[in-house]
């Protein structure tokens, strides 16, 4: 079958949505399918795949997202393709692949970290009106015939927004590259990488990893780490523009040296193997690879009730699943309970992990194409 796969940005070395799309494109050519990416900016080498450029030149990030929408799906068309996934909002595709849920629940939720009037100031954005109106398009399509949410937790948020009627709807979880994020074998990763941090060898290290930290609920980690009766220390890997505020939060606190901000680390793997947990007590999680990334790795996890991927943790970690990430004692109450339990929960993330593997989800995604065709 010929697929078109859409995408605003196409980036061979891409993280999240890019490389997402990539590894879709390996397991659906490996199913025998012939496929094209039609992308509107392309970064890197396409390698082995057919990406077409779609829009002219730029017209600023808001008007080149409206054009794309409207114009990417007929393209393809036109072109000849027999089914058209896209990994963007775009109106006219026959299966739209959601990672993030609907843009309007993410500025409902925004106002947790921005603030009211962060959050009113943001929606008032050109950038994000057009979103809503562009999403509103596509999930309203004629053309559109199957919905993939990376969680149930995105299923039911694009169920109750758009009115799509359920049996549309399939939720298909991502997978984890099993080979690239592996337990501890040694001691070696966790000499090396306490050592270039400035951690004690004994301390017992909780990691957390991610972009933007205020969504991904860093504050109130911070807040909760005075609080922690085992007086672990707090390895934060990431980027954001408001670092400093959140360096000064853990100085003013009196938790400045047990707060290590490392920055950017293209590999984290090495970084796993060196810690004993791992928190990501996210406001607005669709899914969270990287909660998945850590179990491979043989870490026991803390995330909350608003991360899509606290659907498949394990029965012994959903007492360090909270329910209220703003709920600064409790926090502090799991994390201790979690730094106590990791040593005998190692073996039972990385179980939970092996179950879901990228082959896994590319034959379910090969299985959905399928069907939507017949």
């Not at 970064?43 to 997202?65: D, H, I, Q, Y």
Request: proline share 5%.
């Amino acid at each position: 079958m010929r697929i078109a796969l859409l995408t605003r940005r196409f980036d061979s070395a891409g993280g999240g949505t890019e490389r997402d799309l990539i590894i879709t494109a390996r397991c659906l050519r490996d199913a025998g399918h012939e496929l094209t990416i039609y992308a509107e900016e392309i970064r890197g080498e396409p390698e082995a795949w057919a990406v077409r450029r779609v829009g002219g030149a730029s017209a600023g990030r808001t008007l080149s997202m409206l054009r794309f929408a409207f114009v990417a799906a007929p393209a393809a068309r036109r072109d000849g393709t027999d089914l058209v996934l896209s990994f963007a909002r775009a109106a006219g595709a026959d299966i739209l692949r959601s990672g993030g849920g609907a843009h309007s629940s993410y500025l409902r939720a925004a106002r947790k970290w921005r603030g009211t009037p962060g959050a009113v100031t943001m929606r008032l954005r050109p950038y994000h009106r057009v979103q809503l109106i562009v999403e509103r398009r596509a999930f309203g399509s004629h053309e559109l015939k199957n919905v993939i949410a990376v969680s149930n937790l995105v299923r039911d948020d694009l169920m109750r927004e758009f009115k799509l009627a359920p049996s549309i709807l399939t939720t298909i979880y991502n997978g984890v590259d099993l080979a690239r994020f592996t337990p501890a074998s040694t001691s070696e990763d966790r000499a090396r990488v306490r050592a270039q941090f400035k951690i004690p060898h004994a301390a017992r290290v909780v990691l957390f990893v991610g972009n933007g930290f205020g969504r991904k609920g860093l504050g109130v980690l911070i807040e909760a780490w005075p609080h922690l009766k085992t007086k672990a220390h707090l390895l934060v890997v990431g980027a954001d523009r408001e670092r400093q505020r959140y360096q000064s939060q853990a100085a003013a606190l009196g938790v400045g040296e047990r707060v290590v901000f490392a920055g950017p680390v293209p590999h984290t793997g090495p970084i796993f193997r060196a810690v004993d947990a791992f928190a990501l007590p996210s406001l607005f999680e669709p899914f969270g690879n990287v909660v998945l990334e850590a179990m491979a790795s043989g870490l026991p996890v803390m995330t909350s009730d608003f991360s899509g991927v606290s659907e498949i943790l394990p029965p012994s970690m959903r007492e360090f699943c909270l329910p209220d990430p703003m709920n600064v004692h409790e926090m502090a109450a799991r994390l201790d309970a979690l730094i106590e339990a990791a040593p005998k929960l190692h073996a039972e993330a990385r179980v939970t992990a092996q179950q879901f593997t990228w082959d896994r989800y590319g034959k379910e995604v090969d299985a959905l194409i399928r069907r939507t065709a017949r």
